[in-house]
């Protein structure tokens, strides 16, 4: 497995942007797809991104597509979260996770980090 390290959280007003890092141990970073889920008091644990290896490939939901941006830098071992036209139902705290495969459910991840928080204020 891969041990993974958010940054970049905080409060920010509506309409506001963010850049959430995530940086990685090991030297397999480039074997592993990665993503991004977020999670909100008392609700479950929602997709928010995805990359694939080489970052040819990147999946959104319908709730953030157009506004966040997934990418990755191999040779710094970090995947990137850029948010922008944020919104306070994007209050959460915010995942940074790898597995082998893409998924947009929990159960397809393998390593994840321990969450940052990002606040949108109205």
């Known amino acids: 497995q891969v041990q993974l390290v958010e940054s970049g959280g905080g409060l920010v007003q509506a309409g506001g942007s963010l850049r959430l890092s995530c940086a990685a141990s090991g030297r397999t970073f480039s074997t592993y797809a990665m993503g991004w889920f977020r999670q909100s008091p008392g609700k479950e644990r929602e997709f928010v991104a995805a990359i694939t290896r080489n970052g040819g490939s990147t999946y959104y939901p319908a709730s953030v597509k157009g506004r966040f941006t997934i990418s990755r830098d191999n040779a710094k071992n970090t995947v990137y979260l850029q948010m922008n036209s944020l919104k306070p139902e994007d209050t959460a705290v915010y995942y940074c996770?790898?597995?082998?495969?893409?998924?947009?459910?929990?159960?397809?991840?393998?390593?994840w980090g321990q969450g940052i928080q990002v606040t949108v204020s109205s």
């Open positions: 996770t790898a597995g082998v495969n893409i998924g947009t459910t929990i159960d397809y991840w393998d390593s």
